[in-house]
């Protein structure tokens, strides 16, 4: 055979280990690829995605490799949504929950990182945390100097009115009493009751319809007034290991008055009895407060204050809001506090990103976003300290408590008022409560 072919077939021969060994190279050393993008989960039942879009797109201009889903749940089934979403692996990496669910889920939740509140890593989260927020939501987030969640607004039970419909009121009284001095009336109608007796004093001329009050199902938050009204008569609502539901005792924290707890369920439900001096609202009435305050059938309701978020929507007026009426002299101004806090889930894969976004969201100038987009009062101790704004004011003594199941809760509390219209007494009313709730206490996570 010619030489030449012996010589063409090595060349082939060669060339073909060359190029194999060059394929087995490129598959151990396979090209780089671009960065890898790392997604975040959050979910919600509140917020609107457009809530957060600015800060979103600030948070991805600086970190190009992170994609933010948010994901608005349905109230209704969210708390189930998610624990069944945890359990299968498929849950979100930051989960934005109302603040009374901490005592039920805290041991789902991963804490915040230490020292990471403070940029130059020296303060303790403990510290700056009590530091940053209102005290209400240290009091909640913060278990055992450890942080589970960061607001980014803060809010409380507010007294809502209509100023027509006093002034209405006003006319037809002095009509009706032509010929006498009409000015202590006149005064009790310029402004809305800033106690429990001004309130009292005010239904006294107003009659029926001053007030949607003391119903159990259609007022929408019967319970939280209820408990409202127990914490400002000085009930302890739990014991100080919270294994135990001790409202119903003697026990007061304020006062001299024993069963603070027993009174205030009868001082609430005075405003649902005919009969009764305080009788303002029917508990059989088939439409809710807030329906019956928009449409102007009674003058005044008690509400979270965001609430006129929604009537201004609906009205396209703003409604008239001032801070929930206190107890006369007291030296313990009190509400009740309700908001959404920022989580991270241990089942979530990304959960020291999801902290740097948690972080990010809740600093002043981010926050500071979201409320004038959300006009939702502030959870921050600098945006409030000084203002003259009730909501901020009132925001600074709102408090909470070790709530074992918000749900459960609201059905228990709604019974024992529709019990104690029925005429049953409501110390025995109580009681029976607080053993429904001692179990909820005992079932908790430690």
Do not use: C
Request: zero cysteines; aromatic letters at 12%; a neutral charge.
């Amino acid at each position: 055979m010619d030489k030449r072919y012996y010589i063409l077939g090595g060349l082939l021969v060669l060339l073909l280990i060359v190029f194999v060994a060059f394929l087995v190279s490129r598959k151990g050393n396979p090209r780089p690829k671009g960065p890898t993008t790392n997604t975040i989960t959050i979910w919600g039942s509140y917020d609107t995605e457009e809530n957060f879009a600015d800060i979103f797109r600030d948070y991805q201009s600086e970190n190009k490799n992170v994609e933010i889903k948010y994901v608005k749940k349905d109230p209704a089934t969210f708390e189930n949504d998610s624990i069944n979403a945890f359990a299968a692996g498929t849950g979100p990496d930051i989960w934005i929950i109302p603040n009374n669910w901490l005592p039920k889920h805290h041991d789902k939740l991963a804490v915040l990182g230490e020292k990471k509140l403070d940029p130059k890593g020296k303060k303790t989260n403990d510290e700056v945390y009590k530091n940053t927020f209102l005290p209400v939501a240290y009091q909640d987030n913060v278990l055992n100097g450890q942080v589970y969640g960061i607001p980014l607004f803060v809010d409380s039970l507010s007294l809502f009115y209509n100023s027509n419909l006093f002034d209405d009121k006003y006319e037809a009284y002095a009509q009706a009493h032509r010929g006498t001095d009409n000015s202590e009336v006149r005064k009790i109608f310029n402004n809305p009751p800033k106690t429990w007796e001004e309130l009292n004093n005010f239904i006294k001329y107003y009659g029926p319809g001053a007030i949607a009050m003391g119903g159990a199902r259609n007022i929408e938050n019967s319970s939280d007034i209820l408990i409202a009204l127990m914490l400002q008569s000085g009930a302890k609502m739990t014991n100080e290991d919270q294994s135990a539901a001790i409202f119903q005792t003697s026990a007061n924290a304020f006062f001299d008055n024993p069963y603070p707890g027993t009174k205030a369920l009868r001082y609430y439900a005075s405003f649902a009895t005919p009969g009764d001096p305080n009788y303002s609202w029917d508990n059989g009435n088939s439409q809710s407060d807030y329906k019956a305050f928009l449409e102007g059938k009674v003058a005044m309701m008690i509400n979270w204050s965001r609430r006129a978020n929604d009537m201004k929507k609906e009205t396209g007026k703003t409604p008239e809001v001032t801070s929930l009426p206190q107890i006369k002299d007291t030296n313990h101004p009190l509400d009740l506090a309700s908001y959404q806090t920022l989580t991270v889930p241990k089942s979530s894969k990304n959960i020291e990103a999801a902290w740097d976004l948690i972080l990010y969201m809740t600093n002043p100038a981010k926050a500071t976003t979201y409320l004038s987009l959300t006009k939702l009062p502030s959870s921050l101790k600098s945006r409030v300290e000084g203002s003259t704004n009730y909501i901020d004011i009132q925001n600074q003594y709102a408090t909470s408590w070790y709530n074992p199941d918000p749900a459960k809760i609201t059905g228990i509390f709604q019974k024992a008022i529709e019990q104690t219209l029925g005429g049953d007494n409501p110390q025995t009313v109580l009681e029976g409560a607080a053993a429904q709730i001692t179990e909820l206490l005992r079932s908790l996570p430690k």
